[in-house]
């Protein structure tokens, strides 16, 4: 469901809005604002404000934790897996804000050695490369979303196989065939490598001195086979969860006028995110059952592919230097009323569901080209 063009209120006072259906499930404070975190439409605030520090320790948590669980139990391998790659998720959405100075906002060096960590142990691009590309090529609102938006829109259409100009089945078809396909995983692995060697060269020596480390440790505890198939299986998942991830995060295909404002091309290009569906209006149990088991797939969602403040990306974009990013999907909620200074006139799109999430941006695809 998209909420086109919604005001103020509009948004919050429509019948069909899943979360105030939510909010007649329970009048229990904890159960509402699990609903508020779930979906990113916040009714109240958070029962506590998040901080980058408990982000942080979230993502080591997950992230360790699954290798620790694997160690101790190898019969909890699903387990094990969707622990490690929301681990994965959330230290390398951290590693974003890195690159924007915006961990330790008073310790630049601080955050370019976090940045620089957090990549290594999770084999994303380099910190150095990401930081360049990232904060130089993608966030200019004149190159987000173009085909100037090196590795995003490109990326996707050239590499990928989302051309423009197909029918919306192309696009589902094509996903399906990425994600199940050896060679997306494999050409994904090779251009990780390609970065690292194009990485600073103490970047390099660090990435050898970590996994010999990691080598001797797997060694000594006599588990290299579970260690080996730990991070391979967690490295396959975060290659699947980084596309499920950029899909949605911007309109890829959107087409800006040549007198239109950075602020509204940021508005144009971005939409906000939220999960979950209605409960049912019937007392079925099939119908709750069904509703349930996509509960469950939005807990799953929330953890692996939007983790931190991702469905709130479209505030990050208009507030890049906010500090306060732990928050943003409160923030969100904030901005959507109007409440957000200098972005009073601007609202974005409002999409509910990942599924209408990237339905929403393969119909950008599809428009794209056609007169």
Same mark, same amino acid.
């Given at each position: ?6 005001? %103020? ?7 069909? +809005?899943? !979360? ?7 009048? +229990? !404070? ?9 979906? @990113? ?17 979230? #993502? ?9 669980? *694997?160690?101790? &139990?190898?019969?909890?391998? %699903? ?6 790659? *929301? ?39 380099? =910190? ?12 200019? %609102?004149?190159?987000? *979303? ?9 990326? /996707? ?11 919306? *089945? ?15 995983? @494999? ?5 990780r490598l390609t970065n690292l060697l194009k990485a600073p060269i103490n970047y390099q020596i660090a990435t050898l001195i970590v996994l010999f480390l990691a080598s001797v440790c797997a060694g000594l505890t006599h588990a290299c086979l579970i260690c080996l198939l730990w991070a391979v299986f967690t490295q396959l998942g975060t290659y699947a969860a980084a596309l499920l991830q950029q899909l949605p995060e911007h309109n890829w295909a959107y087409e800006a006028d040549d007198n239109e404002g950075a602020k509204s091309q940021v508005i144009g290009k971005s ?30 969602? !929330? ?6 403040? /991702?469905?709130? &990306? ?9 500090? +306060?990013?732990? +928050? ?9 009323? #109007? ?8 609202? =974005? ?5 990942? !599924? ?16």
């Amino acid at each position: 469901m998209i909420l086109k063009k919604p005001t %103020p209120t509009q948004a919050s006072a429509l019948r069909d +809005n899943p !979360r105030l259906g939510m909010l007649q499930l329970s009048d +229990n !404070r904890l159960v509402q604002a699990f609903f508020d975190w779930l979906t @990113g439409y916040y009714l109240a605030p958070p029962l506590w404000k998040s901080t980058p520090s408990l982000e942080l320790i979230y #993502g080591i948590l997950q992230y360790i934790g699954g290798l620790a669980i *694997a160690l101790s &139990h190898w019969q909890l391998i %699903p387990l094990v897996w969707v622990l490690s790659v *929301a681990g994965a998720a959330q230290l390398q959405e951290i590693a974003h804000f890195c690159a924007h100075n915006a961990f330790f906002p008073q310790y630049p060096t601080y955050n370019h050695l976090l940045g620089c960590l957090l990549t290594l142990i999770t084999g994303k691009k380099p =910190f150095p490369l990401f930081k360049k590309d990232h904060l130089l090529i993608h966030h200019p %609102p004149k190159n987000l *979303a173009t085909m100037n938006d090196k590795g995003n829109t490109p990326y /996707l259409v050239e590499e990928l196989g989302f051309e423009f100009a197909q029918e919306e *089945a192309f696009y589902w078809q094509n996903l399906g065939k990425l994600l199940l396909s050896p060679k997306f995983y @494999g050409e994904t692995f090779l251009a990780r490598l390609t970065n690292l060697l194009k990485a600073p060269i103490n970047y390099q020596i660090a990435t050898l001195i970590v996994l010999f480390l990691a080598s001797v440790c797997a060694g000594l505890t006599h588990a290299c086979l579970i260690c080996l198939l730990w991070a391979v299986f967690t490295q396959l998942g975060t290659y699947a969860a980084a596309l499920l991830q950029q899909l949605p995060e911007h309109n890829w295909a959107y087409e800006a006028d040549d007198n239109e404002g950075a602020k509204s091309q940021v508005i144009g290009k971005s939409f906000a995110l939220y999960l979950g569906a209605y409960p049912p209006h019937s007392d079925h149990w099939l119908e709750w059952l069904k509703w349930y088991i996509e509960l469950v797939g939005a807990v799953f969602i !929330r953890l692996t592919i939007l983790p931190v403040s /991702l469905g709130a &990306h479209c505030v990050h974009h208009a507030t890049p230097n906010d500090h +306060n990013w732990a +928050n943003q999907l409160y923030t969100l909620r904030a901005f959507q009323t #109007g409440s957000v200074k200098g972005w009073q006139r601007y609202q =974005f799109l409002e999409v509910w569901g990942y !599924r209408n999430a990237l339905n929403y941006v393969f119909v950008g695809f599809s428009l794209r080209g056609k007169s």
